[in-house]
């Protein structure tokens, strides 16, 4: 009886330390459990209920005021000033520079790229109704940026373009679209953002995923919606829309050319309680709309290029491809076991 009671306490002091090492990246523990071993479009609604919940920070009102503070931790350069993404010509001082409103203090127009920062919906709020919590003030898309640069903006939607009006140093740029797919007008940041940003809109159509039907049908006419979000929850882009993010998440990856991502996800989510997946897993996008949707997500060992064996039966006419093995040699359709073909793996039977 002993004995067995030994044994039973044993076993749970494995389960234990099990769970007590079962940990996500970025010191998030057990965050992403629930989603663990989901696929494709059953992964995002699975991190959509974990992500969606968090500290709203009181009311509209205040939450939004507190931007201004929070954008102090996570959104500061290494030399203390702000962090612009729109204009590499700033060297903002936080509060000092901060958009005072629609007139300075001597009631001149603050148009000047340079002049102030404010506070930018990298999605635009209007696609979602203005000034509706939660998405009105969260951080996760909410960027302190050049005042001027981000009016220029607008409203209009990501893509990219030979520019017709540009920022200072061809830093950021609007124009009519050349990315396949669109041919209206767009905004294109800069190379060293783009994987930034395509990762923010990620979060936003995984977050906000149940809202997404009902931002298309009641915003679609707001410049910028119709060519962004489908009217679905999944995919939730539009295919043109996904697929160049898809391409600038992968050019850009997280942290490059300069770590900025994790802190900043770290930092916001010491204010607001809630994460941004894309950044915590770099590449989770190919595991809900690429290459690796049917690959299990695992939130404690996950693998941003995982193996894909594909089994094909003996009537697949593999042997209408040259076909290797493993240690690269050329082999028929008689052979038995892991073969690469088409720079795939499969497993003939």
């Known amino acids: 009886m002993k004995r067995r009671y ?51 920070g009181g009311n509209l009102s205040t939450a939004y005021n507190a931007a201004w503070t929070h954008f102090r931790t996570t959104d500061a350069r290494s030399d203390g000033k702000v962090w612009d993404m729109y204009s590499n010509i700033t060297n903002y001082v936080f509060g000092e520079d901060q958009d005072p409103g629609n007139y300075d203090k001597n009631g001149d127009k603050k148009k000047a790229e340079g002049k102030y920062y404010n506070r930018e919906h990298s999605w635009p709020n209007s696609w979602f109704g203005a000034k509706v919590m939660p998405m009105y003030t969260d951080l996760h898309h909410v960027y302190p940026t050049d005042k001027s640069v981000n009016e220029d903006r607008g409203n209009l939607p990501f893509g990219e373009t030979n520019g017709s009006k540009n920022s200072a140093n061809n830093f950021s740029k609007i124009g009519t679209c050349t990315y396949p797919g669109y041919t209206g007008k767009v905004f294109e940041p800069n190379d060293a953002y783009k994987g930034d940003f395509a990762r923010t809109y990620f979060y936003m159509v995984t977050c906000y995923e149940e809202k997404l039907p009902d931002w ?16 679905s929850t999944y995919p939730g882009l539009s295919a043109w829309q996904l697929e160049m993010l898809m391409k600038w998440a992968a050019n850009d990856p997280v942290d490059q050319p300069e770590p900025k991502e994790t802190a900043r996800n770290n930092a916001v989510y010491a204010v607001q309680s809630n994460r941004n997946p894309f950044i915590d897993y770099p590449g989770l996008e190919n595991y809900i709309w690429g290459e690796y949707k049917d690959v299990a997500f695992s939130y404690d060992n996950y693998n941003p290029n995982p193996t894909i064996i594909n089994v094909v039966q003996d009537d697949e006419r593999m042997f209408d491809n040259v076909m290797y093995n493993m240690a690269g040699q050329i082999v028929d359709k008689s052979y038995k076991g892991i073969v690469i073909m088409k720079g795939k793996k499969f497993f003939n039977k």
């Open 6 to 56: 030994l044994l039973t306490t044993l076993v749970i002091s494995l389960v234990a330390v099990s769970n007590l090492y079962a940990q996500g990246p970025n010191d998030s523990g057990t965050y992403y459990q629930a989603a663990d071993g989901k696929k494709g479009a059953e992964l995002k609604t699975a991190l959509c209920a974990i992500i969606f919940s968090r500290n709203e």
């Open 216 to 231: 298309y049908n009641n915003y679609s006419s707001k410049e910028g919606v119709a060519p962004t979000i489908d009217g």
